[in-house]
């Protein structure tokens, strides 16, 4: 029998790294609760057709399909033969696969309000927090499944929704240890007036598409893309005269404005651009305008934000989102606005334990081991075991009575601080002996104080 495996780019999460998880977890939680945020969950899977067509030509490459169940009926071969094959040239077929595992938790949130707006209080705030799958090829810090946690604001067009998603973001940060990150912040209309400036507004997707491989491969070869897709020369040159925009904020502007300050839609972008990063700053926020930002996810219609992980790590993108004044219509309702941002839990997670920023109480199970010494004595510590338990301790008793070495070292191997041994002695006194397995201190106490000792010595 082959040794099992796991599928490319998943992963299985120890008790260990489940905790540290929870911790991430709960953190972000915590801040989407205090923003006033409610949880929503969706379906893993979704219809192919609400899914197909949202992420633009490369992004739908990467949607999971789930084939139909009941290719194995006979009154199907050909059917199914036939649709397989449209499959396998890279068309869909409703015979062969009409769902699909979720590429992220956007459009799925869009779909849910598009079927129960007439429901929801505008403006609804929900936060999501689910597996995402991508058929994408695995890296460091790229999975094929992995956790999005998504906060999102719809029925508002206020920017005070941009300024309170950039605050959640340094909340977020500064709880986890993490104040170097960076909020970089740009504006999908200023892109527009780009591609308008260049003469074609119809090239918005081209144009934005290489900008977003820039920080992969390089001006030069964002500069060869463009001329694959024929763009002129002249077209090239301003793009790239505006990827080189730099300097402080209002140094930038001022380059921009001088730039595409025709464009009547870099006019309000420049303004929405400068009050929102000027307001995140005065909240301590690390925002900074990046011209170079595109995020070529075709729904976005504003601001767009990108959170980039410190420096000192090797990792990029942990985080990013922005404005979506229609994407409800892609279901049959306009007119409903939206905003949010998606934070990469797995990629924050390998930048804490790069840093070694977990907290030390992050991983921490079972605080307390009884020994087993037999019989009688196990029945005392199964009784003084579950009134550590009501009190919210975590605990647990040996479950066979074997030498003291065997239950030391399982102790020890999960990292259990404390032991409890009961002998028949300690049954005569109603006593117990507590010892914390690290300093090697050990305490006597009565059954009684047991019930109130604090285990942090």
């Not at 769902?99 to 949130?109: G, H, N, S």
């Not at 409903?336 to 030390?360: A, C, K, M, N």
């Not at 009688?376 to 338990?389: D, N, V, Y």
């Not at 009961?422 to 006194?429: D, F, L, P, S, V």
Request: with cysteine; aromatic share 8%; net charge neutral.
């Amino acid at each position: 029998m082959a040794k099992p495996s796991l599928p490319p780019g998943t992963r299985d999460f120890s008790a260990e790294v489940v905790r540290k998880r929870n911790y991430l977890f709960n953190t972000i939680r915590t801040v989407f609760e205090c923003y006033g945020f409610g949880p929503l969950e969706t379906p893993a899977m979704e219809q192919l057709d609400t899914l197909m067509g949202k992420y633009g030509e490369e992004g739908d490459k990467l949607i999971f399909k789930i084939l139909n169940n009941g290719l194995d009926n006979p009154e199907k071969e050909k059917q199914t033969r036939a649709a397989l094959e449209q499959v396998l040239q890279g068309k869909n077929s409703k015979d062969i696969t009409e769902r699909a595992l979720r590429y992220d938790l956007t459009i799925p949130f869009a779909r849910y309000v598009a079927t129960w707006h007439h429901q929801l209080s505008l403006p609804y705030k929900r936060y999501q927090m689910q597996p995402v799958w991508r058929a994408d090829r695995p890296q460091k810090g790229r999975y094929r499944e992995f956790y999005q946690c998504d906060v999102d604001v719809v029925g508002s067009r206020s920017l005070l929704n941009e300024l309170e998603l950039g605050c959640i973001c340094h909340a977020i940060f500064t709880r986890l240890r993490l104040p170097d990150y960076s909020l970089r912040i740009n504006h999908r209309q200023l892109l527009s007036a780009l591609a308008a400036q260049c003469g074609d507004a119809s090239q918005l997707t081209i144009i934005t598409t290489a900008i977003d491989k820039l920080d992969k491969i390089g001006i030069e070869k964002v500069k060869d893309e463009l001329a694959q897709k024929k763009l002129s020369a002249a077209q090239i040159d301003l793009i790239a005269s505006y990827l080189n925009i730099s300097g402080t904020l209002s140094q930038q502007l001022e380059q921009l404005r001088s730039l595409l300050g025709q464009q009547a839609e870099a006019v309000t972008a420049l303004e929405e651009l400068q009050q929102l990063i000027e307001d995140l700053q005065y909240q301590h926020v690390n925002a900074v305008l990046d011209p170079t930002l595109a995020r070529g996810l075709n729904y976005y219609t504003g601001t767009i934000f990108e959170i980039k992980a410190p420096a000192r790590v090797s990792m990029g993108s942990i985080g990013g989102g922005g404005r979506y004044d229609d994407l409800t219509g892609l279901f049959g309702v306009p007119g409903i606005p939206g905003v949010g941002i998606s934070f990469g839990v797995d990629r924050i997670y390998d930048v804490l334990e790069e840093l070694q920023l977990f907290p030390e109480d992050s991983t921490l199970g079972t605080q307390v081991l009884f020994f087993n010494l037999g019989k009688e004595e196990m029945q005392a510590a199964f009784t003084q075991l579950q009134g550590l338990r009501e009190r919210g301790i975590p605990a647990e008793l040996y479950p066979e009575s074997v030498k003291f070495d065997k239950q030391f070292k399982y102790a020890e191997k999960k990292n259990i601080p404390y032991i409890a041994i009961i002998g028949q002695a300690e049954i005569a006194n109603q006593q117990v002996n507590v010892k914390n397995i690290s300093s090697g201190e050990q305490r006597t106490v009565s059954w009684a104080a047991l019930q109130t000792l604090s285990f942090n010595w």
